[in-house]
């Protein structure tokens, strides 16, 4: 694991310690998947709601759950406070306060979740979904990262048979490098096909070592300067970090490079310069040209 992830320092520029330990992660279930679906399948059995108090005459409640419930109910309470927010219906309440209205008024059977079902959205390669490879899954949520390959395909079929809506979605990305294939479009506001490419391109914050949730779609050149309102041009960025970008002499360019994971240059008003590298998109392994022919061999045979 540390020759995979530290023998080329390149490949950790700008990695927060979530970035890190989710690659350490990622490595681990690709290199033990056994031991991680066995793990996985006690630790589904242990699930429990548990309070503890907090400070103030408040309490924590915590709910250990399997991680594709709780990026569903984490991602309908947000989409629903926001929605709440925007149509101005939040009374003046901050988006935390009103997920957790939401849980409370939900959970006490007072008021029931309405409106589009969320997406869980998985990002698997081809390999790991049809062949049986164990390159692991990313389910994009902030720190949540790498799904080992057996319990991604287990996911997808406990899916199916519980007749929920699944939708399979095909991304390119380049096989050498495991950049995401761009897409271009004209319109100002990021269209939602483009934000959500950004968003399982980015996974978190552009920002090196931010790792917080994408809230803002960005344009890293602004629209005012001419940037367009494209991939290549778009990043994934928390609130803060977008604020901040728009401060006086603070620059952000991205940068040229075909084929490769995108790349943007961040100018800091002291001058200095950091680059943020988009993470890797699992790819399927690949095969010499000898191990093609073989395989062709064994399909026909
Ligand atoms: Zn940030």
């Excluded at 279930?29 to 059995?45: G, I, N, P, T």
């Excluded at 048979?161 to 495991?178: F, I, K, M, N, V």
């Excluded at 890293?220 to 940037?227: P, W």
């Excluded at 008003?269 to 191990?291: C, D, F, Q, W």
Aim: proline share 7%; aromatic share 2%; hydrophobic share 35%.
């Amino acid at each position: 694991m540390d020759r995979r992830l530290c023998s080329d320092p390149a490949t950790l520029d700008g990695v927060g310690d979530q970035g890190l330990v989710a690659r350490a992660k990622a490595l681990a279930a690709e290199l033990d998947a056994a031991a991680v679906v066995r793990r996985h399948r006690k630790a589904v059995s242990e699930r429990r709601v548990t309070t503890r108090p907090a400070p103030d005459s408040m309490a924590y409640l915590s709910v250990l759950m399997p991680v594709e419930q709780a990026v569903c109910l984490q991602a309908t309470l947000g989409r629903d406070a926001d929605s709440l927010i925007a149509t101005g219906n939040s009374g003046g309440r901050t988006r935390n306060q009103v997920m957790v209205d939401l849980l409370f008024e939900r959970g006490t059977g007072q008021m029931v979740a309405s409106g589009v079902p969320v997406a869980v959205k998985l990002v698997l390669s081809d390999e790991t979904l049809l062949t049986g490879g164990n390159e692991p899954a990313q389910l994009q949520l902030q720190g949540l990262g790498a799904v080992p390959a057996g319990i991604a395909r287990q996911l997808v079929a406990d899916s199916l048979d519980a007749h929920t809506e699944t939708t399979l979605q095909r991304l390119y990305a380049c096989p050498q490098s495991g950049a995401l294939t761009a897409m271009e479009s004209q319109s100002r506001t990021f269209p939602k096909g483009l934000a959500k490419l950004i968003d399982l391109r980015d996974r978190t914050c552009r920002t090196p070592w931010c790792d917080a949730p994408i809230r803002h779609h960005d344009h890293i050149r602004s629209h005012d300067k001419s940037g367009p309102t494209s991939v290549r041009n778009g990043s994934g960025l928390c609130e803060a970090c977008n604020y901040a970008k728009e401060a006086p002499r603070w620059t952000a360019r991205p940068m040229q490079r075909p084929g490769r994971r995108h790349l943007l240059d961040l100018g800091t008003p002291t001058g200095h310069h950091y680059r943020s590298i988009a993470p890797p998109l699992p790819t399927p392994a690949r095969h010499s040209a000898v191990e093609a022919v073989l395989l062709a061999h064994l399909r026909a045979s």
